[in-house]
């Protein structure tokens, strides 16, 4: 990724120990509209919502919940676009696993690789860091409602609720 | 002679009450020449599940190792056990990954799902699979073995019975075969594990 005279890191560390790049991708986040989700005893819910500058603004195609799996979907909060890369991204990784196995990305799994896409994005030649948090929810075939952050830096922890945002 | 006929093999898998049994001769052969009266082809993935691999010996064993490899980083990752199925379609998508330069390798799977049913799975070698309820071949003598299960299976065999079946069909097949035989081995999948148990054959 990346131009090839960027072959260095762009995400380097203060030298209080820091990666300024993501702790400013988080700014970018916390001043993104609020997201949240809830995880209940038979499914998970996460919303958020759609405030747009204007009236004359058509809302109808603008989708923030998205579907990935049969058993997932996200939500975010911060940079859009950097959304709906990973959404792609997250889509295709599933779709590549259920041609391998035949069955169904776990929520786990969808999680992990994600969060693993984000952390190439803080060590890799020319690039930045996503500025969103996403909010993972689904339920495998285990029945077990799960939900996840996943944030810049990639790291990613379990909820049983929580929200994001501003 | 075809690449797939070089070495020699005979794999035989058959559905039970809720139990699976598969079995392989014992025979390593470099064409006409016997090298090897031991040689393994039947692999164990887990406690549920076996797959048992007909074809050129270094591509067996090769399969052998990146199953194990593919197994265990699953294993690792997901925390959980693969099922036969998942089993199944990753095998069919590693062969058709060297659709133009396969590995020459015919796979019979033979397991336990997650509900305790048997499952049988079998495919060509560059992935095509198929499923069966009954029992399901490969190897060079593929030929006899599908008319003595065609003759001798029948349904919801107890595993003793399932075992005597097997092991005569088997045994019955390599005998007309000049590249299969030298002895086998069955393995007998139950819910309590795996049971494996020597065949005594003609040695030639």
Same mark, same amino acid.
């Given at each position: 990724?990346?131009?090839?005279?960027?072959?260095?890191?762009?995400?380097?560390?203060?030298?209080?120990?820091?990666?300024?790049?993501?702790?400013?991708?988080?700014?970018?986040?916390?001043?993104?509209?609020?997201?949240?989700?809830?995880?209940?005893?038979?499914?998970? #819910?996460?919303?958020?919502?759609?405030?747009?500058?204007? *009236?004359?603004?058509? /809302?109808? $195609? &603008?989708?923030?919940?998205? +579907? !990935?799996?049969?058993?997932?979907?996200?939500?975010?909060?911060?940079?859009?676009?950097?959304?709906?890369?990973?959404?792609?991204?997250?889509?295709?990784?599933?779709?590549?696993?259920?041609?391998?196995?035949?069955?169904?990305?776990?929520?786990?799994?969808?999680?992990?690789?994600?969060?693993?896409?984000?952390?190439?994005?803080?060590?890799?030649?020319? #690039?930045?860091?996503?500025?969103?948090?996403?909010?993972? *929810?689904?339920?495998? /075939?285990? $029945? &077990?409602?799960?939900?996840? +952050? !996943?944030?810049?830096?990639?790291?990613?922890?379990?909820?049983?609720?929580?929200?994001?945002?501003? | 002679?075809?690449?797939?006929?070089?070495?020699?093999?005979?794999?035989?898998?058959?559905?039970?009450?809720?139990?699976?049994?598969?079995?392989?001769?014992?025979?390593?052969?470099?064409?006409?020449?016997?090298?090897?009266?031991?040689?393994?082809?039947?692999?164990?993935?887990?406690?549920?599940?076996?797959?048992?691999?007909?074809?050129?010996?270094?591509?067996?064993?090769?399969?052998?190792?990146?199953?194990?490899?593919?197994?265990?980083?699953?294993?690792?990752?997901?925390?959980?056990?693969?099922?036969?199925?998942?089993?199944?379609?990753?095998?069919?998508?590693?062969?058709?990954?060297?659709?133009?330069?396969?590995?020459?390798?015919?796979?019979?799977?033979?397991?336990?799902?997650?509900?305790?049913?048997?499952?049988?799975?079998?495919?060509?070698?560059?992935?095509?699979?198929?499923?069966?309820?009954?029992?399901?071949?490969?190897?060079?003598?593929?030929?006899?073995?599908?008319?003595?299960?065609?003759?001798?299976?029948?349904?919801?065999?107890?595993?003793?019975?399932?075992?005597?079946?097997?092991?005569?069909?088997?045994?019955?097949?390599?005998?007309?075969?000049?590249?299969?035989?030298?002895?086998?081995?069955?393995?007998?999948?139950?819910?309590?594990?795996?049971?494996?148990?020597?065949?005594?054959?003609?040695?030639?």
């Amino acid at each position: 990724m990346g131009d090839s005279a960027y072959s260095f890191s762009l995400t380097t560390f203060s030298r209080t120990g820091k990666l300024l790049q993501i702790e400013y991708a988080l700014n970018a986040v916390a001043n993104g509209r609020t997201a949240l989700g809830i995880a209940a005893k038979d499914g998970v #819910v996460i919303a958020t919502d759609k405030k747009f500058g204007s *009236a004359l603004v058509e /809302g109808e $195609g &603008v989708k923030k919940v998205e +579907q !990935v799996t049969d058993g997932s979907g996200f939500v975010y909060a911060g940079v859009g676009p950097d959304y709906r890369v990973l959404v792609r991204k997250a889509r295709k990784s599933a779709q590549a696993y259920f041609r391998e196995y035949r069955e169904v990305k776990p929520v786990g799994q969808l999680v992990k690789s994600t969060a693993s896409v984000m952390q190439e994005y803080t060590q890799s030649g020319g #690039v930045r860091p996503f500025g969103v948090s996403l909010l993972v *929810a689904g339920m495998d /075939g285990d $029945g &077990v409602p799960r939900l996840f +952050q !996943v944030d810049p830096s990639g790291a990613y922890f379990g909820w049983k609720a929580t929200a994001i945002g501003k | 002679m075809s690449i797939l006929e070089y070495n020699g093999a005979a794999i035989i898998a058959m559905a039970g009450k809720d139990c699976v049994a598969i079995a392989s001769d014992n025979r390593l052969g470099i064409s006409y020449q016997t090298v090897a009266m031991d040689f393994k082809k039947v692999f164990k993935m887990n406690d549920r599940l076996m797959v048992g691999l007909a074809g050129l010996a270094t591509d067996v064993q090769t399969l052998d190792q990146l199953l194990r490899f593919r197994m265990n980083l699953y294993e690792l990752r997901e925390e959980r056990e693969m099922t036969p199925e998942v089993f199944t379609n990753l095998m069919s998508n590693m062969l058709y990954e060297k659709r133009f330069g396969p590995y020459f390798c015919e796979p019979v799977i033979a397991g336990l799902d997650p509900k305790g049913k048997p499952f049988l799975g079998t495919m060509d070698l560059i992935g095509a699979q198929a499923m069966a309820k009954d029992f399901c071949v490969a190897g060079t003598c593929d030929g006899n073995m599908y008319g003595m299960c065609e003759t001798l299976w029948k349904p919801d065999m107890e595993k003793e019975e399932l075992f005597e079946t097997l092991a005569q069909a088997l045994l019955a097949s390599v005998d007309r075969d000049a590249l299969s035989g030298w002895g086998g081995v069955v393995h007998i999948i139950t819910k309590e594990g795996i049971t494996s148990r020597e065949l005594k054959g003609r040695q030639d």
